[in-house]
Every structure is written in structure tokens, then in C-alpha cells.
């Protein structure tokens, strides 16, 4: 039996929503072009059991938040993409850790 899995996605510094990454998101099947970019203040973040940030400053700002007891926090280095190669690289090492992720939650 597999948990059932809610992802919410939110950042500290929310720029909008990279054509680079709907690029590379395209390229496997997955279209994000309706998906926005939000503030960590525009989630339910404080009711979640796991938190996972991707960017060092993220990282940062996030140690000295008020995280639930229950919350599992894990912090994945992946550097901020700029070029189409690197969102693809940045992708798959996402792409990546969820399985390995999702495989230690079985």
C-alpha cells in the first residue's frame, strides 16, 4: 500500500514561473505552464510532515522557522538553473531525489 502523498510548492523569494522550466518540464510529459509561483506564507506550511528546501538561502531562512514537532525537515543542494541544460540537470536531480524519497516513505 502506498501513502497517499499531498506536494505543495512555495518559496521565500517566489520570482514567477520560469518558461525554462516549463521548457524542461515539457520535454518529459508534464505541462506547468498553469502553475504560479507563491510565497511559503500562501501555503498551509505549518500543518506539514515533511519539508524539503532546494536552494541554500531557502535553506537559511527556513532553519529558524517555526516548523511543526511532527515536521521531517530535508534539505536537497540543488543550484539555481539559469541555462536550458542546467533546468534540465536541476530536473532530473529532482526528479531523482522524490524517487529515492518516496522509496525510504514505503
Keep these: 500500500m502506498k501513502p497517499e502523498i499531498t506536494v505543495l510548492s512555495a518559496g521565500i523569494n ?4 520560469s518558461s525554462k522550466a516549463v ?7 508534464q ?12 501555503v498551509p506550511w505549518k500543518e506539514v510532515d515533511y519539508a ?5 538561502s531557502a ?10 514537532d511532527k515536521c521531517v525537515r530535508e534539505h536537497w543542494p540543488i543550484t539555481d538553473p539559469n ?3 542546467e533546468y534540465i540537470n536541476a530536473r532530473d ?3 531523482d531525489r522524490i524517487k529515492d524519497f518516496v522509496n525510504r516513505m514505503i
Excluded: F, V, Y
Excluded at 31 to 42: G, V, Y
Excluded at 52 to 56: Q, V
Design 14 to 17: 517566489p520570482e514567477g514561473l
Design 52 to 56: 524539503i528546501t532546494l536552494c541554500n
Design 31 to 42: 505541462n506547468i505552464s498553469d502553475q504560479t509561483s507563491k510565497h511559503l506564507d500562501d
Design 59 to 68: 535553506n537559511e531562512a527556513c532553519i529558524t522557522m517555526n516548523w511543526p
Design 83 to 85: 541555462s536550458d541544460d
Design 93 to 95: 536531480e529532482i526528479r
Design 23 to 29: 521548457k524542461a518540464m515539457l520535454e518529459i510529459g
